[in-house]
């Protein structure tokens, strides 16, 4: 039987994608996933290489841990369509580190005929640090008599959804700002790891071993191109 197909009218802003908890990450997985990715960077499968560069060990590839942030949205999007997806690399992942897929729905808004769901993402290892945040945007029929009604041929069911974000907009007037109560202050989970952050190291650095660092990493990747979500 099909998994069950998602539909725009069941979700709600808030609603919490079903955690997705992957096997430890082991120096096989590492060498399997620069065989199918072809990056063979040598701080990713060669121990001697990588300890001769600073680093413990070799660590995940950025990308794979991307992959596993995929998969969980790809999982829950059943019948949707993919239309945004980034993520910024925050911490280094290490063999014997399980990475823990999280997501929440922070946005949704239809107009036209056309409705889409924003979706938070991030990642932890096994102490609850964040290794790995993003985002993405999916498009959905608004039920299964839209979805019907579209593979048909004919047209889709038009409901005007206003925008409904897990943001607080602030205050539309000088008034209305003077009468509400402050705002308790929000870090941004960047912030807070702005002491635990790592860079990769490049290709042909020094040899010279010094303790790793734990610095923020301001990569970031994103896939532009709409695709359609596993079913």
Excluded at 53 to 66: C, F, K
């Amino acid at each position: 039987m099909p998994a069950r197909k998602l539909y725009f009218e069941s979700i709600r802003v808030g609603d919490e994608l079903p955690a997705l908890a992957k096997a430890p990450v082991d120096r096989v997985q590492l060498s399997r996933y620069a065989g199918a990715s072809g990056d063979y960077n040598p701080v990713h499968v060669d121990e001697l290489y990588a300890k001769s560069v600073g680093m413990p060990s070799v660590y995940a590839p950025g990308m794979l841990v991307m992959g596993m942030l995929g998969q969980l949205i790809s999982d829950w999007a059943r019948g949707g369509q993919l239309r945004r997806y980034n993520v910024r690399f925050i911490k280094m992942v290490w063999p014997g580190d399980t990475v823990v897929c999280k997501g929440r729905v922070s946005d949704r808004h239809g107009s036209g005929g056309r409705y889409f769901v924003e979706i938070d993402l991030w990642a932890e290892n096994q102490k609850g640090e964040l290794v790995m945040k993003g985002g993405s945007q999916i498009q959905l029929f608004y039920s299964l008599e839209d979805e019907n009604r579209q593979r048909s041929g004919q047209s889709p069911i038009v409901v005007e959804v206003p925008r409904e974000s897990l943001v607080v907009p602030a205050p539309a007037t000088p008034d209305a700002a003077a009468s509400a109560p402050p705002a308790a202050p929000e870090r941004d989970r960047d912030e807070d790891e702005d002491d635990e952050e790592a860079d990769e190291p490049r290709t042909g650095a020094s040899s010279k071993k010094t303790a790793p660092r734990e610095k923020p990493a301001a990569k970031t990747a994103s896939l532009p191109a709409a695709k359609k979500a596993k079913k």
